[in-house]
């Protein structure tokens, strides 16, 4: 349960806080001269600390509903980690009201997350639009590429685990989604959000450099 409950709020923080960055993107492209104020430092502290709470909060009624459940068979959980699907799947209770709550609060989670983040991508494609020269396009969409990049990947994943008809549930397909959302994407969130960053790049070519530089000492000590 611990672990259930630890999934559900590192999941419902990552929906919210890339709704935060999606409004941050907004403000930057779309009021630029309103960033200092509207993106202070202590508005970006509220917009994290909230998403932590939020997300703290709306794990306790799924974790609540889910550990007075009972549970016979094997005890063995067919995934890595304490997938809400496979832990439905060991339990003999009847779990409708657990597939209701998740419908309700699921429209919360991530309906509302995702309404928020794609009405900011709106207003900012409209923005992109009005500006004339391609240089200022340019600029204005390596700003949210990498944002972007992250949330088609994090809700590509989700969508295809937990959104799927019941008819096409398969624990087999949904480990390999789960690798990405849990695995695979952290782990790419530095090298995306940093490949915008100018003193990365640089450090990149240094290091390519300095092994195209080696292989060449060494052929040459060969010869």
Known sequence: MTQF???LIATSTEFWLLTAMAYDRYVAICKPLHY???MSKRNCILLAA??????ILDGIPFV??????SFCGSNEINHFFCDPNALLKLSCSDTQNFKILALSEGGFVVVMPFLFTLSSYAFIITTLLKITS???????????SSHLTVVVLFYGTIICIYMNPSSMFSLQRDKIFAILYTVLIPMLNPLI?????Q????????????????????SNMTI
């Open 193 to 197: 959000y940093s490949m915008r960053n």
């Open 134 to 144: 391609y240089e200022g396009k340019s600029k204005a969409f390596s700003t949210c």
């Open 64 to 69: 609540d509903v889910i550990s007075h459940y």
């Open 199 to 218: 003193d990365v790049k640089n450090a990149l070519r240094n290091l390519m450099f300095r092994k195209q530089y080696k292989k060449k000492q060494v």
């Open 36 to 38: 200092p104020l509207l």
């Open 50 to 55: 909230s998403s932590w709470i939020s997300a």
């Open 5 to 7: 409950y630890l999934f």
